[in-house]
């Protein structure tokens, strides 16, 4: 998203934490993954993110499981995780518009929704079809208008991470390539508008492998952010790499954070992830890149943060303060969104049913939406927005 120069030395002096006693815009943040932390601070999550809840319309066509793959300034999209091929299209506010389905066999269909990219700008969607291997293009109604390959080499596995980059562009995170990870890809036809260079010695990969005669099994500690959105920058993160980058809208690449000892160093690598960004807490992750499929426990993992204000990193524990007892938010669960939207998490209704008839919940919003719910209601969402 390019911003004139002004606003976005301010967005990054911002992130960094310049002025007023803070960090100085010119020190990186350091990250020792070796660490571990006893002490834990408790923090409100209504403190430092403005949280929005949104009632999915429950009807007779429009019953799903509340898995949110795309939010924009107008319109929800929402499938099931059962691979029905069911896309819901919500307003902002939750009330229902229409549901779509082109799950099928040929050209014009989708085997498979791994993600949903949502460009309200061009009234279009992006649906990233893994099995496929391609993206095939949409209206917001589900008309068919385009598809195209992954990658130039249909055989290659496709891109782990897809997100809207400007009106032109798509940015991209491909895992398996071992030396450029990051691209800039066209929306008309996914050619590589721009290559992102991230300097890294060898290229490391977050999983584990064992070969049982003719199988290979692997496994891995789940999903990861590579791309992180924040306010109107962009954050890349490659595990191989000791520094975290600002992608900036020139194309360069500002470091931003360093880890220390080098990944490159390490026998077993301990990864550094970056869970979730505010403007006052970085939640961060370190991985023992280790598992042992006998016992089947590895990927060891300590939770951190660092407190930019205070120049200090510590544990930490999130609460949602909108209920009575402490509820804990789990930062590394949390889903990735979009710059205003940093993540979102879904309620079951049943649950907030339970809860406001035993009442934990406090006088809130929250509150109010459980009185009037049905515990066979769709899902609440909770939209986590970075205050403005």
Not at 9 to 18: K, N, P, S, Y
Request: hydrophobic share 35%; net charge negative; glycine share 4%.
């Amino acid at each position: 998203m390019k911003k004139v120069n002004s606003i976005l030395a301010v967005a990054i002096l911002a992130m960094t934490g310049c002025g007023g006693g803070k960090q100085s815009s010119d020190d990186l943040i350091i990250v020792d993954v070796t660490k571990s932390y006893s002490s834990k601070k408790e923090l409100i999550l209504q403190d430092f993110m403005d949280v929005e809840y949104i009632v999915l319309e429950t009807n007779d066509e429009f019953l799903n499981q509340g898995f949110v793959k795309a939010i924009g300034e107008e319109i929800i999209l929402v499938i099931n995780q059962n691979r029905d091929g069911d896309i819901f299209v919500y307003d902002r506010s939750g009330n229902a518009l229409r549901k779509i389905n082109r799950k099928g066999q040929s050209s014009e269909e989708y085997t498979h929704i791994m993600y949903i990219i949502l460009d309200e700008d061009n009234s279009e969607m992006f649906i990233s079809d893994i099995l496929s291997r391609k993206i095939i293009v949409y209206d917001l109604f589900g008309n068919y208008k385009r598809s195209f390959k992954h990658k130039e080499n249909p055989q290659e596995i496709g891109y782990r991470e897809i997100y809207n980059y400007d009106r032109d562009n798509l940015i991209c995170y491909d895992e398996y390539n071992k030396e450029i990870a990051f691209v800039l890809i066209s929306k008309q036809d996914g050619s590589i508008t721009k290559k992102i260079k991230i300097p890294f010695k060898e290229k490391i990969f977050l999983e584990a492998s064992t070969k049982n005669g003719e199988y290979v099994t692997s496994m891995s500690p789940g999903p990861y952010r590579t791309i992180i959105t924040y306010k109107d920058n962009w954050i890349l993160s490659e595990i191989s790499s000791d520094i975290v980058y600002i992608f900036l809208p020139d194309y360069s690449l500002r470091p931003f954070i360093r880890r220390t000892p080098s990944v490159q160093s390490m026998n077993p690598e301990v990864c550094l992830i970056l869970r979730f960004f505010t403007d006052r807490y970085i939640f961060m992750e370190s991985i023992i890149n280790e598992y042992n499929f006998d016992t089947r426990k590895g990927f060891t993992s300590i939770f951190f943060m660092y407190d930019k204000q205070e120049k200090v990193f510590s544990g930490y524990n999130v609460f949602n303060s909108d209920y009575t007892t402490k509820k804990e938010i789990y930062m590394n669960m949390l889903m990735p969104v979009n710059h205003e939207i940093e993540s979102w998490q879904k309620i079951e209704a049943y649950e907030l049913v339970a809860d406001y008839k035993a009442g934990r919940l406090n006088d809130s919003k929250l509150k109010e939406i459980a009185s009037k719910l049905d515990a066979e209601d769709n899902p609440v969402i909770m939209l986590i927005k970075h205050k403005k």
